[in-house]
Every structure is written in C-alpha cells, then in structure tokens.
C-alpha cells in the first residue's frame, strides 16, 4: 500500500532533525525513520566513507532514492539528511509533502556541531564553512518548506511543539 510521512523534517546538520524527530514521533505515535540511516543500512558504509570514497554525487544519487522510496512507503515522521536539499529532483519529490525546515544561524551551527569530524562537509575553518553553506543552501531549504521553525535558543521539546502547532 503505497502511504506518506506526516512531517518531513529538512535543515542543516545540527538542526535538531533527528531529536524532534523522534520527540514528534513519540508525540504522533507514528514511526520515525531517516534517510542517512537508510543509506547506511542499504550500503553497509558510513556517510563519511562514501562520500570519500565514491564522492558527493554519488552519495547524492544515493540519498535521492532513499527519500523517493521513504517518500512512498513510510507514514510517519521523516527526517532528510542536511544536503538533501541540494538536488533538484530530491526538491520535486517533496513537493506533495508536509516539509518543515528547522533553521539556524550560523553562530549557533559553529555552537552546536562545531568542527566535528564525522560530518565531513566541516573539515575546516567551520565558521566560514558554515556561513558558506548556509549562503548555498537557505532558499533551497526556503523553497520546499511550507513551514519554517527556528531552532536558535530552543529546546528539542519547545521545537517539536512548534512543529506540531504548526502543522
Ligand atoms: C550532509 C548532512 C548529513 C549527511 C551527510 C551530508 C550535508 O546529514 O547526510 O553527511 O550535506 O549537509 P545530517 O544533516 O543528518 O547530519
């Protein structure tokens, strides 16, 4: 039976993707699910290996059929990963969907995630980093949003209640 998500959650890495998810999750009683966990799982490597070894686009082909079959298939809460957004046909599937964009200003990215690097898009000087792919990525983020919630100053909990009153 083909079905789709509640909510999709889209928003930089460190955003709070995958707490709310799970706080909005629990709040629905629904499942939640992520696409880089189903990426993961598919390809038995970890986002930073794939991308090192078979490079953005390739990760990016990837994570585009992961969001069209979690698209189809999963009735709950769905969190993207931070870059989803970068690809235009990732953006046209999302287009039916209840997207909702968690914000966040560069300073509180430099806060949050810092020079982790696991994430392999901040390898270094994550300031300019940050601002850079901030500048590249908002009105993307913007376009396939319907609603936007700022996550500065705000708990997971206080987050997912804004999700859910806007909803
Ligand atoms: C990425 C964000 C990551 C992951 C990959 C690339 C990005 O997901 O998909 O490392 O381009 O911003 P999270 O936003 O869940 O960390």
Redesign the pocket.
Known sequence: MSTSPLVVLV?????G??TVGALLAERLGAPYR?T?ADIVAADGRP??DI?IEDGEPH?RAL?RDAVRRALAEHPGVL?L????I?DADTRALLAPHPVVYLSMDVEEAVRRVGLNTA???LAVNPRRQWRE?MDARRHLYTEVARVVVATDERTPEEVAQAVLDAL
């Open positions: 928003g930089p890495m460190g955003s993707k995958s992520d880089d986002i930073s991308f990760f994570e969190a990963g931070g870059g989803a970068l994430r392999p898009l792919l």
